[in-house]
Every structure is written in C-alpha cells, then in structure tokens.
C-alpha cells in the first residue's frame, strides 16, 4: 500500500543480505553499503553509518541474521554460541539507545526457541528481524496521527533537533512522523530544524528529509531557538527520544534539554515521540541512562574540515536527559501519555 511521505527507507534485506544507506554522505551522495557480518553491522552502528535509536535496533536485528548466514558451515551447538558471541558484539556497539538491548534480546530468545533448527534457523530470524522493522514502520504511522492530534488546526510552525524521521528509524519516523501527519492534516505550515551539532543531522538528515516531501523547512543554528521562541514563531517542539526512563525522563540528542527550558520559559509545549521499545521501565530516572561520551575530534571540526584551535580540548557528550516534569507529551503507538510520571508511565506500559 502507497502511504504519504512513505518514499524514504535507510535499511534494507536483500537476497544477498544486509543494505544501509550511509547517512554520513548524505545529503551530497546517496550510498548503500552493503553488509554481511555482524562484526561489520556493529561497526556501522558505532561509526554513524546508521542512527536513530529505532533504526539501531532494527539494524542489529538484521546483524543478528547476518551472523547466521556467515556461520552457516559450522555444527548447530557451534553455530548458535557463535551468534550469541556477535550478538554481544552488536550490544556493545553503543550504550544509549534501549532499543537496541530491546531488539537483541528478542532475537536472543528466538535463538533460544524449541522451534529452532539448524536448517530453518536463517528463516526464523529473518522472520522476526523483519517483523521488528515493519512493526515500527506501523507504529510510526500510529505515532504520527496521536502526535498530530495534540496540535492545534492552526498551529503554524513547529520546530525539532537532529532526526527523528525516515532515516532514524524503520520508516516514516517518530517526531518527524508527527509533524508529516500534521503537515498533511494542514495543521502546520513549516518546520524549524536545529543544525544540530557536532554531526549536524538537522543540517544533513531532517532538511533533506523534508526537500524531499516538498514540507517547508528552515535551517537554524541552536543559538537562534531562544529568539525564534520569543517572536513567538513556533508553538511546538517536537523531538524523539533514544531512552525513556520509568518516571519519563528523556534521554535525546545534546542540546535537547536547552531547547526544554527555552520552551518552558517561552510558553511553547515540549512533546517527545517515540516507540514503546525506547521506554526503559528498568531505569527508574534520568539520570541512570548511560550517556554516550564521543571522540572530541568530532566538536574540533566541522565535517572532515578542522575548525578548533590546537590545543583545545572538547567534552563532547551526544545525549542529554530533559526531566518528566519539563515534557508535556509523550506520544507512542499506544497513545499520548501527558505530564508524564511514574505512575502513567506504568499505567501505559501495562495497557
């Protein structure tokens, strides 16, 4: 079935395995890399060929499948210890996004199935690695229609940091799902992108993103939000999220939790869309999500193009955690919790 805005995919199965599109290159060059061990699918998720926290687990999902068809020669006992070896491998890849523990522990316990066998063990994890990708896909949409029904028929424009659409996940998109939701309802008439620093995805990915669905979009730099905000040019900020703690803080792309206080002081809402699989029910606050410490050379310069001083140095943290209380919605393909706590958080998790 043709959907709206449904033209953008950054994984791929094939016949002959494993497809990413390089989002490194883009927007200049449009590049699949293609992938066949799970050693390499690790490695491309810590180099940034692919990211976006549902786009990471589905993409070691289909690791995990790699993994079996590259030992497929050995004995079965063999075989299935070796996979779980690569399977740690792929855990290790990077420590943000639950969605990746949430999608290896699924194709863990297929390993682990009564039902498994040496002859269709291929076909079984191949099965749910694609399940796992056509459900976010289904639930983006789902997001999509519970973002935008938040938002009010004239709303105007909205803005949003780094890339939470097509390219950071299955398909569609999370934060960017709801904003193309509200753009087709007509709700809004343009978005506002963050640059977003050190790898400017907003640049690169959510610009692009949008060229692409012919949605208005206008790049700024971080600096510029508070100004934006005060000639009261957005009424939304829509992001999505790489962990949800139990109470429903947030854990996002640095340079979230500014735009959380920008909003709070300016009047503007803050809502957070993201998958069920990004909701972390084990991590009780905010602050026992780990963050991810980057290599400074990624804040000294500016693409391959050095631009620091020599001899600086760089903190270069690529997460940060906005509290609960600084939210105003949270939205997943099971509805919209508000004024997010412990207590709904729980309430939604067991519905």
Known sequence: MTR????????????????????????????????????????????????????????????????????????????????????????????????????????????SSALISNENLVQKLLELASRIHNDDIQANYTMG????????????????????????????GTALGVIRSAFSDGKITRVFADETRPWLQGARLTAWEFVQDDIPVTLLCEGAAASLMQQGKVSWVIVGS??????????????????????????????????????????????????????ASEVFGCGLQRVATDGAQAWNPAFDVTPANMVDAIVTEKGIIENPTLEKMQRHMAS
Request: hydrophobic share 45%.
């Open 242 to 295: 790489d962990r949800i703690a139990a109470n429903g803080d947030v854990a996002n792309k640095i340079g979230t939790y500014s735009l959380a206080i920008l909003a709070k002081h300016h009047g503007v809402k803050l809502m957070v869309a993201a998958p069920t699989s990004t909701i972390d029910m084990a991590t009780a606050t905010g602050s026992q999500i780990p963050i991810e410490q980057r290599e």
């Open 145 to 172: 229609k519970y973002g935008a029904s938040l938002l009010q028929a004239d709303a105007g424009a909205v803005l949003t940091h780094c890339n939470a659409g097509a390219l950071a996940t299955g398909g569609y």
């Open 4 to 111: 709206l805005y449904d033209s953008i995919r950054a994984i791929f199965w094939k016949e002959d395995g494993l497809y990413l599109l390089d989002q490194r290159r883009l927007p200049s060059e449009y590049i699949e890399l293609h992938l066949t061990t799970a050693a390499d699918v690790a490695a491309a998720i810590r180099n940034m060929v692919v990211r976006g926290a549902p786009a990471i687990g589905i993409t070691a999902a289909y690791g995990v499948v790699t993994s079996a068809i590259h030992h497929q020669s050995l004995a079965f006992e063999e075989r299935i210890s070796v996979i779980q070896q690569d399977i740690e491998t792929l855990s290790a890849s990077r420590p943000t996004a639950v969605n990746l523990f949430w999608a290896l522990d699924k194709m863990s316990a297929c390993l």
